[in-house]
């Protein structure tokens, strides 16, 4: 597909809603991915560092 102007490329012969709205949707869902996957790092993360933790109590204190 050749454009003649910016105003062609955004308008995408008519089906801008449709291309923009898949590529808005995607790189949401995107960015999605990445938060959600920092955030069980952090959580995993938190989880070892409360069992290291318990791990370094003396075994009379773990009661």
Same mark, same amino acid.
């Given at each position: 597909?050749?454009?003649?102007?910016?105003?062609?490329?955004? !308008?995408? @012969? @008519?089906?801008?809603?449709?291309?923009? @709205?898949?590529?808005?949707?995607?790189?949401?869902? +995107?960015? +999605? /991915?990445?938060?959600?996957?920092?955030?069980? =790092?952090?959580?995993?993360?938190?989880? +070892? =560092? !409360? /069992?290291?933790?318990? !791990?370094?109590?003396?075994? /009379?204190?773990?009661?």
């Amino acid at each position: 597909m050749t454009w003649n102007s910016w105003a062609d490329f955004w !308008a995408m @012969g @008519g089906y801008a809603v449709y291309v923009w @709205g898949s590529m808005g949707m995607t790189f949401g869902l +995107l960015a +999605l /991915e990445v938060l959600q996957a920092r955030w069980a =790092r952090a959580q995993v993360l938190a989880q +070892l =560092r !409360a /069992e290291r933790v318990l !791990a370094e109590l003396p075994a /009379e204190d773990v009661l």
